[in-house]
């Protein structure tokens, strides 16, 4: 495990990332304009995502986001189309914004939340950590060297 110092840098940066996220490129799951609430069908590999987070999610949200992010690799292999290109510097920051909208359309999917709502979760100082810690986590599983601009 990082040290608090690592871990209060990158939860640092992670929180400045997440007020730069925008809700443009990928279009966000269809919202019905009276409620706020999803309107259209999801993609079948999206339902099935979510499922899987919301069955972690009943272990540990770490685990629900390890679930997130080792499918959300899947997916953008399969789906490169969903990574927005035009509005991210890097490949690296359009997944970031994938996994950002991903995250606030699973939260609208299971728990009913509104996207302001969802948005708001996501930007949570403990839910910032805990997706630093679990990127962390992931990158490791992958074999993948640590972070070390710090």
Known sequence: MASPNKQQKRAKRAKAKAKQIRM???????????????????????????SKMHAAEAISRNDMLLTLLSN???????????????????????????????????RMWADGMDRETAQAWLTEPQFISDFGNALDSYRESLGEPDDKAE
């Open 72 to 106: 959300l690799s899947e997916i953008i292999n399969e789906h490169p189309d969903l990574l927005d290109m035009e509005n991210a510097e890097n490949e690296a920051m359009a997944a970031t914004h994938l996994a950002a909208d991903m995250l606030i359309d699973y």
């Open 24 to 50: 443009v490129g990928r279009k966000p799951l269809a919202l019905d304009d009276e409620t706020g609430h999803l309107d259209a069908p999801i993609p079948e590999y999206t339902l099935a995502m979510f």
